[in-house]
């Protein structure tokens, strides 16, 4: 157990709709992550927040978006969904932002979009 | 634009054998590199990291990793394979431009341990 925890794990919704995925991470971790996995592109990071502030962007589409609270849990929001947005989403965190520090990961949410 | 390679999509060890599972990477300035490990339906798990320092890397489970500069390679070592190894594998490397911090990751090999 990686003490990344994420909700829920699984979520089946239909074109055109919006979810929100959450994510808490590690106790005492500052840094989110946020990745998409999917089988054509692989695992693809969309964007990190420290500390409440967005960091870095990835390849997050526009109708996704996302932000880190203050009690450091983060939400991903997906909108006007697409059958392709279908896929695992999984959050990370690490203590801090520098390049040694070790991200790690929850369990995921599988989404599915019919 | 940093990048990593898994040549092998899967690789077959019988257990008990040594196992390898190859990465080579392409970065600009000092490698930050890792490997993580994917059972089904489960999230990553960290294994070890290269930052600096020594050249062979030990991690969790009995894994290590050896770092070669001139061969920009990071290959993933085990002794004596295990069947509970049997698992998606990815190497990963730290992203040092842009979306600094953020990981990027080879396209994983599949490992199969059979008994």
């Known amino acids: 157990d990686s003490g990344v925890t994420q909700t829920p794990k699984h979520l089946i919704t239909a074109t055109g709709q919006r979810v929100t995925l959450r994510c808490s991470p590690r106790?005492?971790?500052?840094?989110v992550y946020w990745y998409q996995q999917s089988l054509d592109q692989g695992l693809q990071f969309l964007i990190q927040?420290?500390?409440?502030?967005?960091?870095a962007k990835g390849n997050i589409l526009e109708r996704f978006s996302a932000q880190q609270f203050p009690d450091l849990h983060s939400e991903l929001n997906l909108s006007s969904l697409e059958l392709g947005d279908s896929a695992l989403y999984f959050c990370?965190?690490?203590?801090?932002?520098?390049?040694?520090?070790?991200?790690?990961f929850g369990p995921g949410t599988r989404l599915t979009v019919t | 634009a940093q990048s990593v390679a898994q040549p092998e999509d899967q690789v077959n060890v019988a257990e008990g054998n040594p196992l390898t599972v190859k990465c080579t990477y392409s970065?600009?300035?000092?490698?930050?590199l890792f490997w993580y490990v994917q059972y089904p339906n489960r999230g990553l798990q960290f294994l070890l990291k290269?930052?600096?320092?020594?050249?062979l890397v030990k991690g969790s489970y009995g894994f290590e990793a050896e770092f070669n500069k001139s061969q920009t390679s990071f290959h993933l070592k085990k002794p004596s394979a295990l069947v509970s190894d049997s698992a998606l594998y990815f190497c990963?490397?730290?992203?040092?431009?842009?979306?600094?911090?953020?990981?990027?990751f080879g396209k994983g090999t599949k490992l199969s341990v059979k008994p």
């Open positions: 990370a965190s690490s203590a801090s932002v520098g390049p040694a520090y070790e991200q790690y």
């Open positions: 106790s005492g971790d500052l840094s």
């Open positions: 927040y420290y500390n409440g502030e967005e960091r």
């Open positions: 970065v600009s300035g000092n490698p930050y």
């Open positions: 290269y930052i600096t320092g020594d050249n």
């Open positions: 990963v490397v730290r992203d040092q431009g842009g979306s600094q911090g953020n990981l990027i």
